[in-house]
Nanobody
Framework: VQLQASAGGLVQPGGSLRLSCVGS??????VAWFRQAPGKEREGVSC??????YYLDSVKGRFTISRDIAKNTIYLQMNSLKLEDTAIYYC??????????????????WGPGTQVTVSS
């Protein structure tokens, strides 16, 4: 399984950016976006598996995860971006549990990461 995310970018605070990730994972796999800021641990931003969806509290109402099964692509629409959203973003695929959607150890496959920088 290979995952490849689109390029991130530099965005001003309050701006929007959409990340996409094309993968060869089975359709029944869960998919997720994680991020890691300098000096911080990797954290689950948003995950979708079956009928369950997870959002990190700090992104609720601003970020939306979606997937196009026919294109084997997942998206992360990020609106109202804040300085603290600056991080390397990773797409991932695996077989998480409903209670462990944001647990990175439950995802088998990872994209290489893409930098998102929010700065004025």
């Amino acid at each position: 399984v290979q995952l490849q995310a689109s390029a991130g970018g530099l965005v001003q605070p309050g701006g929007s950016l959409r990340l996409s990730c094309v993968g060869s994972q089975p359709h029944y796999y869960g998919v997720a976006w994680f991020r890691q800021a300098p000096g911080k641990e990797r954290e689950g931003v948003s995950c979708i598996y079956g009928g369950s969806t997870y959002y990190l509290d700090s992104v609720k109402g601003r970020f939306t995860i979606s997937r196009d099964i026919a294109k084997n692509t997942i998206y992360l629409q990020m609106n109202s971006l804040k300085l603290e959203d600056t991080a390397i973003y990773y797409c991932a695929a695996g077989r998480p549990t409903v209670s462990g959607l944001s647990n990175p150890t439950l995802y088998y496959y990872w994209g290489p990461g893409t930098q998102v920088t929010v700065s004025s």
